[in-house]
């Protein structure tokens, strides 16, 4: 794709008109456009989220057949996208590791042993093909003779074993699996005079105990972990991390301390040396104890807001931060609950988010809760952001009714939170072809699924902070035309039945890559498989 062609939907239209195509220096040529239509493309060419492109180029399949007989997502890069497309699958993509402990000497340096001990792994990775596409897996095995194997999709993973022992810091390594192939992987356990214990005491304040089950671990500068989570003798608190060797050469790391069942406890992260005993211990300060804390949510015009998730989350007392449980509001908006008080001189973030299809938006409000409890001041939440725009069949001109319109969070906007997941706004166009969706500002992945046989039509809007009463316009649009695919999933050459089958373009949006889906289906009980896809 061009250099020059530039995302379009990155902001949203003002309502006092709409945008056209958009010129960028020296006159490109049509192709280059910031395109809202097919009929801004050059030809052969279809407007995409990312700008006029080939829509027989940068697709790339996912299939995935049957993850309960080991088989998981396979990509495939397709070069051109024919009528009938059969998608012949590898076998298993599979990591197989081997795993040794360190039993060097002075008189055999390099000398190790398999390890057939229990080990619990994680893999957590990404699709090499398809950028934003996470897969992770996990094991909990006993090594035969030092070897294990896990099935996986195919990607890009860091394979992270954690032995049972802990006493064994964890040991890491990173493996690029493609379809069909058996990724070898070794992974060390140090010897125990490779291994350097560092004893300390987590504390309340002074010699007082926390009274909570607590566990530590041991962080590098990016929070990946140098030591296992063990736990804090709970009467002494006593704990003792167990570091590699290596570790302890830093001029400092982290050691976090988290409750594992006490929910009025904080999260408090320490900076210590790793080259000196830990003389003093790790004092998680005067957090204070759990306060009642009620209030009411309501609608800028002073209704309320039911059904509301209330929660209360920042730095307390001591320095360590804190989330509370969620509370729901009842039918009258009003909320009881309970929550760590506010660092002395600070305040905590209540963030409120109203239900699913509500005109309130999502509110985060500064709330000082003193050591007493506290009866909050009525919390008005900003209305959502209306979003609204019009949809065109594909002649351009006749209004498409019947679209159902989903929006799903994919990032957000500075000072906001990010909205959450889980919930897709939903909106339907009516016979003009308009719709209306109801956004809290955010980063939007907005797909336009068509009632008939027409592909889906996926956009990103950025949906900004401001005058709730003015509409935000995004510009109108056709639909695309469509293309129908078919083929046969096949696995060994025999049919694959119900094996996901999903189409997705890669981006590039605000130079950030994307992977857009254009079409998912499931093959039938023959592996047949057919989806629509978009065409000039």
Known sequence: MSAWRVFAWGALVPVLGGMGCVLLDNTPDPSQLVCRADTDCGANEICFPDGCGDPGRDIVVEVTPNPNDGLHAQDFRVDTVRPELNLALFGPAVIHGTVVRDTSTPEHPESTRHYSEPLRLTVHGESSLLPGVTRDFAAHLVPFRGMWEVPVGTGAYTVTLTADDVELPPARG???????????????????????????RVVRQGNLPVNAELEVQALDANLAPLSQRVAVNRATGGFALFLPEEATQRNNLLVRVTSTNDAWVPQKTFTVDPREPLTSPLEMGDFGEPVQVSGRILTRDGQPVANASVSLRGQVGGGGTFQGPLIYTDAEGRFTGRTL?????????????????????LTVQPVEVPRTGALLADVLCPARSTVQ?????????????????LADPVGQVPGW???????????TSD?????????????YRVDFVPPENLPRVTRVITVLPGDESRPQVLASFPLQRGRTVRGQVSEAGQPAPYASVRFYRVANLEGRPLSVLLAQTVSDHQGRYTALLPVR
């Open 174 to 200: 990173s493996a690029w699996v493609g379809p069909g192939e058996t990724v070898p992987i070794q992974l060390m356990l140090p010897s125990s005079d490779q291994v350097v214990r560092l004893d300390g």
């Open 341 to 361: 008080p506010s660092a002395p001189g600070n305040v905590l973030s209540l963030v409120v988010v109203p239900p699913s299809g509500s005109t309130s938006g």
């Open 389 to 405: 725009g019009k949809v065109f069949r594909t002649d351009g001109q006749s209004p498409a009714p019947g679209v159902r319109v």
């Open 417 to 427: 939170p990010r909205p959450p997941t889980g919930g897709e706004a939903l909106g």
């Open 431 to 443: 016979s003009a072809g308009d719709y209306v969706l109801r956004l809290d500002p955010g980063v």
